[in-house]
Every structure is written in C-alpha cells, then in structure tokens.
C-alpha cells in the first residue's frame, strides 16, 4: 500500500474516533441534564422551604421575644386578645373561661381547658397542655414569672397594656397597646392583611369620634355593678379613664387617687349629680357576668336613680352604654364598637 493511502486511512481512523467521543459527550450531556433537573427543582423547594418564616421577633412587655409562627397547643389568658384569636379561628388549648364573654366559642369546647379566673387559677393546667405559646396580660399578667417556670420549653409573651394611674399617656398607651397586640397576633398567626384592616378600622372610628366632639361638653363615666353607681375616674382605668386622654375630653367631676379597675371610686351619686355632666358614659360590669344574670340591668339603675334625674346628660338623653360583654372583652373589637357609638351619638 502506497504511503499516501496510508496516510489517509489513519486520518479517517482519527476522524472516526473523535466523532464516536462527540456523540458520546453529547449524549451523556443530555443525560446529565435530564438527571439534574428534578434535583434542581428539589433545590428550589429547599430554598422555599428555608426561606418560609418560621419565627418573628415580638416586643412585650418585658423586652424582645422570638415566637413560632403558627404555634401549636396555644395557651391565651389576656382578655384583650380572646376575640381577636375567635375571630381569626385559632385554636386553644387552654384558657381562663371564666373570664370570658359567654359567646366565643371557647367557652363551651370541651378540648379547650378551662384555668379558672385569675383569683384562684388553675396553672397546673397550662403545664399539663405542654404549650408552644402563652399568652399572658392583663388580670394575669402578674402570673408572668409563675408561667415561665412552669413551662420553660414555652414562649410567653406577655402584651400587657398600661393603663394605670402610673401611666403619663394612658389614651396613647390603650391605642398603641391595642394596635401593637394585634400586629403581634397577626404576625404570630399568619394573619397580617386581617390584622391591618381591623387596625385601620379603629383608627377611622378613633378619628369620627374625636371630630365629634364639641371640645366644651363636659364628660361623666360610671360604673354600675350589684345596683350601685361607682364614679369611674378619668385619665386612669381600662376603660373609660383613658379616653379622656385620647378624645381630650373635659372631665364633670376629677378626684385624686382614682383606682384604675372596674370597681368605680368611692363618690356619691350626689357627688356625681351636682357635677352636672353634659353626658354621662356607663359600664355595666354585671351584663357580662354570666353567674349575676339576675342583677338589675345598668339602664334600669340609671333610670332609677332620684339623684340623676335633673342633670343635663338625663334630661338631654345623653347616655352611652359600652357594649355589654365589655368587662370580660376588654378587646379592640369592643373598643372599635365603643368609639362608632361615641362617634354617631356625639354627632347627633
């Protein structure tokens, strides 16, 4: 065989190989990124799955606090947050029923643990629930350190509200305090869009009922409990005090060293007569106390009561009642139903 055939066998030998090793890489090419792709999508999902927020930072009372979000066997004792947590659907392991309004529907479900009231509860219960999340304020807040020894595998978060006499801004404490609760309990419960319109609802009833005040009127707020008018003073109290702070309204009557409870001070009903309010604001502490379902109503003690009769706020009609389950729903639902009556009344 000549030299130059030679040559030109050996060249088509080569050409042969190299085209055998292009289709080999080609096809083992394909194959690697056919085997790659699930894997891939599997790293997406790792990655979903890794940046899916599984915690928040809460501010309570007591500092900066790293809850779960979602938690399990929550355990709710703060009589502000009760309606809220209904409302939404979260589910509870355990709470004080009775302190709460009768028709939320943990009162009568029978998986939710009953702790008892906040004078003689049964903490053991909250151990016995093996809880995520507590939630403590309000009548309970002072079983803060109680709790966390009692379950310290547990988040307890503590979203008292100062409203005492202590406070320096107690409207602005009650307002905050309400829109930072339910910004937390949005957070926690994967509830963020409910938690911003029922913010943005109280700010629209806080507005109406501070444009509808005349700025002059003079403003009186009792407590009716066990056929008994209590003079509840401004400025200080879970419900009424702070309200003269945040509606700047003018006080008929002010004493020192007003209690901040539901009670009502020690003043006469004459006392509160010859003050002569323009409106007269009434808590009826019994309504929401299912074992006085028996008590005189508070309308019927106001309407009834000789002293009362000639003062402005009795004659004109100019009385508002807050919402009957308020001493046991202390919550930013019954607050945004408060201030739409103060609102629509006062603009009358």
């Keep these: 065989m000549k030299r130059e055939n030679r040559f030109k066998l050996a060249f088509l030998a080569i050409l042969f190989v190299l085209l055998l090793a292009a289709c080999s890489d080609s096809t083992d090419g394909a194959s690697t990124a056919d085997e790659q792709e699930p894997n891939g999508t599997e ?29 399990k066997n929550v355990v709710a004792l703060d009589n502000r947050s009760f309606e809220t947590l209904a409302d939404w659907g ?33 903490l053991e219960i909250i151990a016995a629930v093996d809880p995520e999340l507590v939630i403590v304020g309000q009548r309970f807040a ?34 905050n305090g309400f829109k930072d609760l339910t910004f937390a309990l949005g957070q926690i419960f994967n509830k963020n869009d409910e938690a911003e319109q029922l913010i943005a609802a109280f700010d629209q009833a806080i507005e ?19 056929g008994d008018i209590g003079f509840s003073a401004p400025f200080s109290g879970r419900v009424w005090g702070p309200l003269y702070d945040i509606f700047d309204w003018t006080p008929a009557l002010e004493i020192d060293h007003a209690s901040s409870d539901h009670q009502g001070d020690d003043i006469s009903v004459e006392a509160i007569a010859e003050s002569n309010p323009d409106w007269i604001f009434v808590l009826d502490r019994d309504a929401a106390v299912s074992s006085t379902t028996d008590a005189v109503p508070a309308q019927d003690v106001i309407d009834h009561s000789p002293a009362l009769q000639n003062t402005t706020a009795v004659t004109e009609g100019r009385i508002i009642y807050a919402p009957n389950d308020t001493y046991t729903n202390e919550s930013i639902h019954t607050f945004l139903e408060l201030f739409k009556e103060i609102g629509n009344t006062l603009s009358e």
């Design 142 to 175: 002072s079983f803060y350190e109680d709790i966390k020894k009692l379950v310290p595998n547990a988040v307890v978060l503590d979203l008292n509200i100062d409203v005492s006499e202590e406070a320096d801004t107690p409207g602005d404490n009650l307002v």
């Design 43 to 71: 790293t997406a999902d790792q990655v979903d799955d890794t940046n899916e927020v599984t915690t928040v930072e809460i501010t309570d009372a007591h500092g900066t606090v790293t809850v779960p979000v979602n938690p």
């Design 208 to 226: 109406e009922a501070k444009s509808a005040y005349n700025g002059t009127d003079t403003m009186m707020s009792v407590v009716v409990s066990g």
């Design 90 to 122: 979260i589910e509870l392991a355990a709470a004080p029923k009775a302190v709460m309004p009768a028709e939320l529907p943990y009162v009568n479900d029978d998986a939710v643990q009953d702790i008892g009231n906040h004078r003689e509860p049964n």
